[in-house]
């Protein structure tokens, strides 16, 4: 008899980003931290990632969070970022949709009113702050990883686009920013493919003449993702909107704004003198949803000034699931794969 190989997923999304949360299916991982587990993942089965973002069980545009035990023991639990470009060390929307999975699931107990918790990710721990109402996660706020301004208002000659002007953050991955108007965009719904062509180009031109390295982490790869930001408005008293959309490479555009791309576009407005500690700008998307990213604070480190940042969404259960790996399908890979499935839960 063949070995039943499967997976256990919750499905969930914040701001229409789907993210996939791995809780069962997946044996213990070799690596003293989630940082050396993922880096495990990635170089030794990286089948993983592939088989729940490709045909005929996932699609390119949805993200995977792949629950691991944390090295710290003040953790609730670990995650794994996978993404079409990689695995990232950090990402928004997957924390929002983790840490609303690990409430959901049991894994931490729900509490109504504000609770406070950490996950652990590649990057390190992460405090998460969540609010309760009904027995109903209704926010997640997480810490944005620390973000500066690497390169401002440089420009490049793109084919089919001319001269494009651009800066560079790093919230997590190195992001280019583009003004969304400068290229005759208003960031709806209706260009989202245009858009996702557009960034293709820019970010395919950026990788091939230059890169880009972290003041502490070093060389961190090829720049993975793009931008675009549309006019920021001020609502309130501290308060500031932006239509925006992040494109990841190769080809995707993001439902939601993310929250390394709000985290990014708060170290251009610290870097251009536009906002101030305790301000809160909204990033809203091609499909209208929305973050709220809060400037907390900037300390210097180096020649750059590093801008402490929060993110709140809200995460949504889509499904619970088990998917049932077929390695005798012919769209079905399990290279890379095999040899870390197994009967294995956290929970």
Known sequence: MKQKLTIQLMD?????DVSRIVTGGIIPLPGDSVRAQMEYLRDQADGLRKLLLEEPYGIPEMSVDLLVPPSDPSAAVGYIIMEVMGYPIYSGSNTICTATAVLE??????????????LESPA?????????????????????????????????DVPSLGTVTYSVAY?????????????????????????A???HA??????????FSHYTLGDVGPLPFLHFMGPVHQVAEGYYRSRSATYVHPGVICRSTTGTGTSARL??????GLIRPGDKLETISLRETGFIGEFSGVEQAGEYQVVKNNITGKGYVLARSDIAVNCDDSLVDCDGLRHVLGNYSLF
């Open 12 to 16: 969930t999304h914040a701001g229409g």
């Open 105 to 118: 699931a049991g894994i931490v107990p729900k509490k109504e009113g504000k609770q406070s918790f950490l």
């Open 202 to 211: 820019i970010v395919e031109a950026i990788q091939a003449e230059r890169g």
């Open 267 to 272: 170290a251009l407005m610290n870097y251009e």
């Open 124 to 156: 390190g721990l992460v405090r998460i702050e969540a609010l309760v109402e009904n027995g109903v996660v209704e926010a997640i706020t997480c810490e944005g990883l620390p973000s500066y301004i690497h390169t401002h208002q440089a420009s490049i």
């Open 197 to 199: 062509v557009a960034a």
């Open 171 to 195: 919230s997590g991955g190195f992001y280019a920013l583009v003004d969304a108007k400068s290229l005759g965009f208003d960031l709806t719904l209706d260009e989202e493919r245009e858009l």
